[in-house]
């Protein structure tokens, strides 16, 4: 069913600007250098998230149900695997270009189809495990250069370890989607959200044994502003999902690739690779295919339910 207030425009309106955001979010952890380490970078993330965050839950007048759970070890589970998925896709952004870092990232969604067939015995037909591989193909294009540096210089190679740590992150995070999906059967939205924030954060500190470098002011200041981008784009997203069909903002997804390139051609001097834009072509037309699909599915489950339903007018 639509929702209630339906108003695509708006939902769309919502989505974007969610997507900026999060750009944002990457460009600022991109400009704290890679100095930093990823358990750092993730508790800024986390940590200063949760503060516009609770400001909105306040505003709306559900900071205080939001803390109310029965499934503390599901909330546990998806903040263990999102927060390694964080982590490993923050390492690789700070050492790939920004534009590879948001396009190998793409698999996460691809991957989330495999995953739910298999933990979530989601029924998933042929015109759809056929675009998971055509954009499974796309990713290892936009990956394999990085990759195949391994070969000249092993493990010493920071670009390589960075490819590779996006497609971990890719996997971890299709992960907690499978996660995701068993909580929003039973638990509110605000409490997903609320929940990750706390327990990414918490899990982060867990890294500072493994030693945190001291930060400069301005490395700080980057890294919390990152944080307040995450939680703001996080409460944009919720409400564009208010407004429209998940179907008809999803795509919109996409069009994080075209402002991370602008952002990192002008900001860091990225230019991308003919491969690069090739297999990125290939990964968001296999994307929106999947989205497609799905959306003629759940018309075509509707319809049905409707037709076996008694008429009691």
Known sequence: MPPQSASPLKGILFKVSSVTLFVLMQTFIKAAGDGVMPGQVTFYRSAFAMVPIMIYLAMIGQLRTAFRTDNYFGHFKRGFFGILAMGFGFYGLLHLPMPEAIAIGYASPLLTVVFAAIFLKETVRLYRWTAVVVGLVGVIIISWPKLSLFRDGGFQSLEALGA??????????????????????????????????????????????????????????????????????????????????????????????????????????????????????????????????????????????????????
């Open 164 to 313: 590779a740590a996006v497609l971990l992150s890719a996997l971890l995070a299709a992960m907690a989607m499978v996660q995701l999906r068993q909580l929003v059967a039973t638990e509110k939205t605000p409490t997903i959200v609320l929940y990750f924030s706390l327990t990414a954060s918490l899990f982060s500190l867990a890294t500072m044994p493994f030693g945190w470098p001291p930060l400069s002011l301005d490395v700080t200041v980057k890294l919390i502003a990152s944080g307040f981008c995450g939680g703001v784009a996080q409460i944009l997203l919720t409400e564009s999902y208010r407004h429209a069909d998940v179907s008809a903002i999803a795509p919109f997804e996409y069009t994080s690739i075209l402002l991370g390139t602008v952002i990192a051609y002008l900001l860091f001097g990225d230019v991308p690779t003919a491969t690069m834009l090739i297999g990125t072509a290939i990964v968001v037309g296999a994307g929106i295919f999947i989205i497609y699909r799905e959306n003629r599915l759940g018309l075509e489950r509707r319809l049905a339910r409707k037709a076996n339903t008694p008429n009691n007018s």
